[in-house]
């Protein structure tokens, strides 16, 4: 697209990204019914989207990838590029005739962290879009169009928690069964639990992409022949449930064991699900006097774990300086809880 035409639209759009998904596992078809609690948090990703009516071939989308370092053109309808996510996302809910855009894509978290990024990216991406025309996706019409396109569109495995708490924002209680119908249950906890578990709460970067299919399609197969009664679904469903009383109970030391008993149960299905980079955080994480821990999403090699730190004045600070010292690679990640999920804007022209 000529760099010099100015558009006539601006839409911008922000997701979070899911932390501390207790009970993941149980929201698969292979388990067919579940229970999750899950948070959302900032930063996460964003999108803008530029309209252009005239000056070029309408269907016509410029992607900008930030975090690739990757620009390309992409024409609608002309099938897998560069990313197929984005375009993917970019077919599911489609353009306005006789328009073009530019889409700027840029992830404040590094991809393969195992914490919701492929969901967020394309929960903003289609919240951006879905703006172009009259009406709005609601939560859950976003959360099932982000997992259609995974499922359907591009045929990969998924659940369905991390679509739901990205596109509803907050702590969230999710029921499911079967799957992939989901209820919703957003906690409302109080202001002071709130700031307290803000406070405390670590978002941990084990130093490298998490790449671990074909660990989690032994697991699938594994749990799949066992079925939904299968003792370490049972386990994590269990503490999805512990982690829901112990918030709605100000009980922080309890959520921490919750968390906890959460990556046993992850162990008891594969003990790769709780790789060689998680054990060792786990153990600093420990030695600072942390109240929980848990291996960020399936779990395997690489992604992120939270951290529930102690109550101490200097806990995340102390676990920061602490993981260094293990493993330079290992960082903490700034992250604040969001009461909310999508948020789409106009951009000033």
Request: aromatic share 4%; hydrophobic share 40%; glycine share 10%.
């Amino acid at each position: 697209m000529d760099k010099h035409l100015a558009p006539s639209r601006i839409v911008n759009a922000t997701a979070p990204i899911r932390i501390c998904d207790i009970g993941g596992w149980t929201d698969t078809w292979f388990a067919e019914h579940g229970k999750v609690l899950n948070i959302a948090v900032r930063p996460g990703v964003g999108v803008q989207v530029k309209v252009h009516t005239t000056g070029t071939p309408p269907g016509r989308v410029s992607l900008d990838v930030r975090n690739y370092g990757d620009r390309y053109a992409y024409q609608l309808g002309a099938g897998p590029g560069h990313h197929p996510l984005l375009e993917a996302a970019i077919e599911e809910i489609g353009l306005p005739a006789n328009v073009s855009v530019e889409i700027s894509v840029v992830s404040e978290v590094p991809a393969g962290s195992s914490a919701g990024t492929s969901a967020s990216t394309t929960i903003a991406l289609i919240g951006a879009l879905d703006a172009l025309t009259p009406g709005r996706l609601t939560p859950p019409q976003l959360a099932y169009a982000a997992h259609r396109i995974e499922t359907e569109r591009l045929k990969v495995q998924s659940g369905i928690q991390d679509q739901l708490c990205i596109a509803y924002g907050g702590i969230n209680y999710i029921e499911i069964s079967p799957y992939p119908e989901a209820w919703v249950h957003q906690l409302s906890v109080p202001h002071a639990t709130w700031q307290e578990l803000e406070r405390r709460i670590a978002l941990v970067s084990l130093g490298r992409t998490h790449v671990s299919s074909t660990l989690h399609d032994h697991v699938i197969g594994r749990v799949a022949h066992e079925g939904p009664g299968f003792p370490p679904l049972d386990e994590l469903r269990r503490a999805a449930d512990a982690a829901r009383n112990a918030l709605l109970n100000e009980d922080l030391n309890a959520f921490g064991r919750a968390m906890i008993d959460n990556t046993e149960a992850q162990r008891s299905l594969h003990p790769g699900l709780v790789g060689v980079e998680a054990e060792t955080a786990i153990d600093v994480a420990a030695s600072c006097g942390a109240a929980g821990w848990k291996v960020n999403g399936a779990g395997g090699s690489g992604g992120s774990l939270t951290v529930l730190c102690g109550s101490g004045a200097d806990g995340t600070r102390d676990l920061e300086r602490s993981l260094a010292r293990a493993n330079p690679r290992f960082d903490v990640i700034p992250t604040q809880l969001s009461s909310d999920g999508l948020r789409v804007w106009e951009g000033q022209i």
